[in-house]
Protein backbone atom coordinates (compact mmCIF):
# COMPACT_ATOMS: atom_id res chain seq x y z
CA UNK A 1 0.00 0.00 0.00
CA UNK A 2 1.07 3.38 -0.83
CA UNK A 3 0.59 6.54 1.35
CA UNK A 4 1.28 9.82 0.48
CA UNK A 5 0.78 13.34 2.14
CA UNK A 6 2.04 16.47 1.69
CA UNK A 7 2.21 19.80 4.02
CA UNK A 8 4.11 22.94 3.87
CA UNK A 9 1.97 24.76 1.48
CA UNK A 10 1.10 28.24 1.75
CA UNK A 11 1.03 32.05 0.59
CA UNK A 12 4.63 33.51 -0.25
CA UNK A 13 5.91 37.04 -2.20
CA UNK A 14 7.46 36.99 -5.44
CA UNK A 15 10.53 36.21 -4.75
CA UNK A 16 10.55 34.36 -1.40
CA UNK A 17 10.99 30.74 -0.45
CA UNK A 18 8.94 27.92 0.86
CA UNK A 19 9.61 24.35 1.26
CA UNK A 20 7.48 21.81 0.84
CA UNK A 21 7.23 18.19 2.67
CA UNK A 22 5.21 15.08 1.40
CA UNK A 23 5.25 12.17 4.27
CA UNK A 24 5.18 8.60 2.32
CA UNK A 25 5.03 5.26 2.57
CA UNK A 26 5.87 3.00 -0.14
CA UNK A 27 5.74 -0.99 -0.21
CA UNK A 28 9.02 -2.94 -0.26
CA UNK A 29 10.08 -2.04 -4.08
CA UNK A 30 13.60 -1.00 -4.87
CA UNK A 31 12.78 0.85 -8.08
CA UNK A 32 10.28 3.76 -7.10
CA UNK A 33 10.68 7.15 -8.91
CA UNK A 34 8.76 9.87 -6.54
CA UNK A 35 7.67 13.30 -7.49
CA UNK A 36 6.20 16.88 -7.91
CA UNK A 37 3.37 17.49 -10.09
CA UNK A 38 1.03 20.78 -9.88
CA UNK A 39 -2.42 21.87 -11.33
CA UNK A 40 -3.13 25.62 -11.96
CA UNK A 41 -6.43 26.93 -11.68
CA UNK A 42 -7.72 26.16 -15.84
CA UNK A 43 -4.49 24.51 -16.25
CA UNK A 44 -3.49 20.78 -16.37
CA UNK A 45 -1.24 18.88 -14.53
CA UNK A 46 2.31 19.13 -15.15
CA UNK A 47 5.21 17.38 -13.90
CA UNK A 48 7.33 19.45 -11.54
CA UNK A 49 10.25 17.81 -10.40
CA UNK A 50 11.11 13.95 -10.07
CA UNK A 51 13.47 11.90 -8.31
CA UNK A 52 14.06 8.30 -8.42
CA UNK A 53 15.96 5.58 -6.37
CA UNK A 54 19.50 6.58 -6.84
CA UNK A 55 18.73 10.02 -6.22
CA UNK A 56 18.99 11.42 -10.22
CA UNK A 57 16.84 14.71 -10.16
CA UNK A 58 14.88 15.60 -13.67
CA UNK A 59 12.85 19.46 -13.38
CA UNK A 60 10.62 20.69 -15.76
CA UNK A 61 12.48 23.85 -17.61
CA UNK A 62 10.61 26.64 -15.94
CA UNK A 63 11.55 25.64 -12.42
CA UNK A 64 15.40 24.89 -13.35
CA UNK A 65 17.51 26.71 -11.20
CA UNK A 66 14.61 27.64 -8.56
CA UNK A 67 13.32 24.41 -7.15
CA UNK A 68 15.24 21.26 -6.02
CA UNK A 69 13.72 18.07 -5.02
CA UNK A 70 15.27 15.78 -2.42
CA UNK A 71 14.31 12.75 -0.50
CA UNK A 72 15.18 11.64 3.16
CA UNK A 73 14.95 7.67 2.78
CA UNK A 74 15.36 7.44 6.83
CA UNK A 75 12.81 10.04 7.80
CA UNK A 76 10.65 8.96 4.16
CA UNK A 77 9.86 12.36 3.22
CA UNK A 78 9.86 14.20 -0.06
CA UNK A 79 11.12 17.43 -0.44
CA UNK A 80 10.63 20.35 -3.08
CA UNK A 81 12.52 23.40 -2.28
CA UNK A 82 11.16 26.18 -4.10
CA UNK A 83 13.24 29.49 -4.12
CA UNK A 84 12.95 32.73 -6.40
CA UNK A 85 9.42 31.92 -6.69
CA UNK A 86 7.09 33.69 -9.22
CA UNK A 87 3.28 34.29 -9.57
CA UNK A 88 3.35 31.20 -12.35
CA UNK A 89 4.29 29.03 -9.80
CA UNK A 90 0.68 29.09 -8.07
CA UNK A 91 -0.69 25.62 -7.89
CA UNK A 92 -2.16 22.81 -6.34
CA UNK A 93 1.17 20.71 -5.60
CA UNK A 94 0.99 16.90 -5.37
CA UNK A 95 3.48 14.19 -4.35
CA UNK A 96 3.52 11.11 -6.39
CA UNK A 97 4.57 7.91 -6.24
CA UNK A 98 5.65 5.37 -9.28
CA UNK A 99 7.18 2.11 -10.05
CA UNK A 100 9.96 2.07 -12.52
CA UNK A 101 9.21 -1.32 -14.29
CA UNK A 102 12.97 -1.83 -14.84
CA UNK A 103 16.39 -1.10 -13.71
CA UNK A 104 17.99 2.40 -15.75
CA UNK A 105 14.67 3.06 -16.87
CA UNK A 106 13.80 7.06 -16.38
CA UNK A 107 11.27 8.19 -14.61
CA UNK A 108 8.43 9.63 -16.71
CA UNK A 109 5.42 11.61 -15.68
CA UNK A 110 3.00 8.17 -16.84
CA UNK A 111 4.55 5.90 -14.17
CA UNK A 112 3.25 7.81 -11.49
CA UNK A 113 0.46 6.33 -10.36
CA UNK A 114 0.11 6.79 -6.61
CA UNK A 115 -0.86 10.69 -5.19
CA UNK A 116 -1.47 12.90 -2.13
CA UNK A 117 -4.50 15.25 -1.55
CA UNK A 118 -2.30 18.42 -2.48
CA UNK A 119 -1.04 21.30 -0.91
CA UNK A 120 -1.73 24.89 -2.30
CA UNK A 121 0.77 27.55 -2.74
CA UNK A 122 0.32 30.70 -3.78
CA UNK A 123 2.51 33.68 -5.16
CA UNK A 124 1.60 36.93 -5.05
CA UNK A 125 3.73 39.94 -6.58
Known amino acids: QVQLAESGGASVQAGGSLRLSCAFS????????MGWFRQAPGKEREGVAFIDEDGTATYTDSVKGRFTISKDNAKNILYLEMNNAVPEDTAIYYC???????????????????WGQGTQVGVYS
Open 26 to 33: LYRYNMWC
Open 96 to 114: AAGAKPRARSVCVAELFAA
